[in-house]
């Protein structure tokens, strides 16, 4: 079974410009979440989507930060224009509410570097 | 609001020594709580995920406990080796599915 897919793995920007990361979940998960990873902190929600329907984006700063799940597969996360504090590990991660427990599958991350 | 903290936030220990990671939690009302291990450069994989209603739960040389009345969790690994060098964190997960982690505990077992 496939994985939690994400691209770009690395991107390096000035600060004021945009960038857009591409994630698509595992094969079947209604549920797609995007996380920020700062150095030497653990993960934080930014949002949650329920197929094209968003749960939760109460920790995503909207006047920069944008994501999208259209058709309820892939998603991808925007963030325009950026700056220095949204250096970070942006971390896509997908579930099944139909399975035991509810495991959370992540995918190994998009390192952002603002300068 | 829930928080999530792991103490310490560092540890070294020579190969073999069983060692524990501690979390604890504010909000006893949690769904469930899972131990994950995240590599360097890597995404986070799951290790172990405890039911609310469940007490441990051990997968080979690990096992978690959970304790929601104390808000409280711990990760036991026996014999450790090198190859367990890595951050582990521990989240509190939400009915919707949410995860709050805490900050990660960095393990580096010396051969």
């Known amino acids: 079974e496939a994985g939690v897919a994400q691209s770009p793995r690395y991107k390096i920007i000035e600060k004021r410009q945009s960038v857009a990361f591409w994630c698509n979940p595992i094969?079947?998960?209604?549920?797609l979440y995007w996380y920020q990873q700062i150095l030497g902190q653990g993960p934080k929600l930014l949002i949650q989507f329920q197929n094209n329907g968003v749960v939760d984006d109460s920790q995503l700063p909207k006047d920069r930060f944008s994501a999208e799940r259209l058709k309820g597969v892939d998603s991808t996360l925007k963030i325009q224009p950026a700056k220095l504090e949204d250096s970070a590990v942006y971390l896509c991660?997908?579930?099944?509410?139909?399975?035991?427990?509810?495991?959370?599958?992540f995918g190994e991350g998009s390192w952002l570097t603002v300068v | 609001k829930q928080e999530v903290t792991q103490i310490p936030a560092a540890l070294s220990v020579p190969e073999g020594e069983n060692l524990v990671l501690n979390c604890s939690f504010t909000d006893s009302a949690i769904y469930n709580l899972q131990w994950f291990r995240q590599d360097p450069g890597k995404g986070l994989t799951s290790l172990l995920l405890i039911q609310s209603s469940q007490r441990e739960q051990t997968s080979g040389r690990l096992n978690a406990s959970l304790d929601k009345s104390s808000g409280r969790s711990t990760l036991y690994i026996a014999a450790s080796q090198p190859g367990d060098s890595a951050t582990y964190l521990c989240?509190?997960?939400?009915?919707?599915?949410?995860?709050?982690f805490g900050q990660g505990t960095t393990l580096q077992v010396k051969p």
């Open positions: 991660a997908s579930s099944d509410r139909r399975t035991v427990g509810n495991t959370i599958y």
């Open positions: 094969s079947g998960h209604a549920t």
């Open positions: 989240a509190v997960g939400s009915y919707t599915g949410k995860l709050i």
